[in-house]
Nanobody, 119 residues
Framework: QVQVVERGGGLVQPGGSLRLSCKAS????????MTWYRQAPGKQRELVAG???????NYADDVKGRFTISRANGQNTAWLEMYRLKPEDTGVYYC?????????????WGQGTQVTVSS
């Protein structure tokens, strides 16, 4: 059974930093795509950043230059480093993993970790 676990959320002041981690277990294969999403209260879930097993990355426009996604080579662990955080970055951050090497439905979510940016 594939499990996805996020860690690292918390309360931080505007301008501060946090580092989130996402670890997927339950598969012997490298997962193709690991993606961070976030959901603010009353809003839809939105993509934050994604990274492939080939180290191709993409970011939402409003986090470019502030957030960095990375991944351990050949492993199913990814990190999201967040700098110069703003109150609008507040939300539950979810990790999603996708890939043909995963069992159906080839798409799994973690439970999320809360990030609150507030003074």
């Amino acid at each position: 059974q594939v499990q996805v676990v996020e860690r690292g959320g918390g309360l931080v002041q505007p301008g501060g930093s946090l580092r989130l981690s996402c670890k997927a277990s339950g598969t012997d294969y490298t997962i193709h795509l690991m993606t961070w999403y976030r959901q603010a209260p009353g809003k839809q879930r939105e993509l934050v950043a994604g990274i492939t097993d080939g180290n191709n990355k993409n970011y939402a426009d409003d986090v470019k230059g502030r957030f960095t996604i990375s991944r351990a080579n050949g492993q199913n662990t990814a990190w999201l480093e967040m700098y110069r955080l703003k109150p609008e970055d507040t939300g539950v951050y979810y990790c999603n993993v996708q890939g043909a090497t995963l069992p159906p439905p080839n798409d799994f979510w973690g439970q999320g970790t809360q990030v609150t940016v507030s003074s």
